[in-house]
C-alpha cells in the first residue's frame, strides 16, 4: 500500500509521467527541481498563451489567483484555478495542480500537489507528494528530517504491506522525505505527519495526530494503537 500505483491516479498532475517511472514515490523527490525545470520551458508549446513566465524559472497559470504577498521561489509551476493565498511562502521546487489552494502563511518546499489539493491554512509541506484532492487540515505539518538526521525509514509496522503480515522497514537512502499523501486524504488539524509518513488512498487522520510509517487506505487513523477500517 505503499507503492505509487497504489496511491496516486496519475492522469491528475503534470508530474504524472515523471512518478510513473519509479515504483516508490518517495524515489520521485530527488529529482523534483529538474523536472519542473524541464517542463517549465515546454508549457507554452503544450499549452498554447495559458502559462506565463512570471519570473525567471516560475511559471504561472493565466487563471491562478496569486495574491500579491505571496512569494514564488524558483523552480515553480502554478496550475490552473489555483489560489496561493496572503504571505504564502513557495521557497521552491513545488508543481502546484489545477484548482489548488496554497493558503495564508502555508511553506512548500520541494513538493508535487496534484490537482484539486487544499493546504489552506498554516501548514508547512516539505519533501512531499499530497495526491488527489488530498486535503491538509488547518496547522498540519509534515516533518522531513529526523530529529537525528539519519537516513529515513519507511516502518510498516502495520504489516499491511506483506504477505504474511509481518512489520517490514523499508530503507529510502534519503535524508529529507516529508509524507506521502494518496488520493482522497483527509489530514485532521494541527496533526504532525513524521519523516517517512505513506498515507494510504482515502484515508482520514484525526486531528492533532501525531503519525508515523504506513496507514492502510481506507482507513481512519485515530492515534498510533487505534486504527479502523472505514465501512
Known amino acids: 500500500m505503499y507503492k505509487i500505483a497504489d496511491l496516486y491516479d496519475l492522469e491528475h498532475s503534470l508530474a504524472g509521467e515523471y512518478i510513473g517511472q519509479f515504483e516508490y514515490p518517495w524515489e520521485a523527490l530527488k529529482g523534483i527541481k529538474d523536472f519542473i525545470l524541464e517542463l517549465g520551458p515546454t508549457l507554452e508549446e503544450r499549452f498554447p498563451g495559458e502559462y506565463e513566465e512570471r519570473e525567471p524559472q516560475v511559471w504561472v497559470h493565466k487563471t491562478a489567483t496569486v495574491f500579491p504577498s505571496a512569494y514564488l521561489g524558483a523552480p515553480c509551476i ?15 521546487s513545488a508543481l502546484v495542480g489545477a484548482d489548488c ?13 496534484f490537482d484539486h489539493v487544499q493546504t489552506p491554512h498554516y501548514n508547512y509541506v516539505g519533501d512531499s507528494i499530497l495526491g488527489y484532492y488530498s486535503h ?41 522525505f516529508g509524507a506521502m499523501l494518496g488520493d482522497h486524504v483527509e489530514i485532521g488539524c494541527n496533526a504532525v505527519l513524521n519523516p517517512g509518513t505513506v498515507v494510504g488512498r482515502n484515508t482520514n487522520v484525526y486531528p492533532t495526530s501525531c503519525v508515523r510509517g504506513v496507514v492502510p487506505e481506507s482507513s481512519i487513523f485515530k492515534n ?5 477500517k472505514k465501512k
Do not use: Q, W
Not at 498510533?224 to 479502523?228: D, F, P
Open 101 to 113: 489552494v496554497v493558503g495564508n502563511s502555508v511553506e512548500l518546499k520541494n513538493v508535487i500537489l
Open 78 to 92: 502554478i496550475g490552473p484555478n489555483t489560489e496561493v493565498r496572503h504571505c504564502a511562502f513557495i521557497r521552491g
Open 136 to 176: 491538509m487540515g488547518a496547522g498540519s505539518i509534515t516533518s522531513n528530517v529526523k530529529a537525528d538526521k539519519e537516513l529515513v525509514i519507511v516502518n510498516n509496522v502495520r504489516g499491511c504491506g506483506t504477505p504474511d503480515g509481518e512489520p517490514e522497514m523499508i530503507e529510502t537512502g534519503i535524508k529529507k
Open 224 to 228: 498510533s494503537g487505534e486504527i479502523i
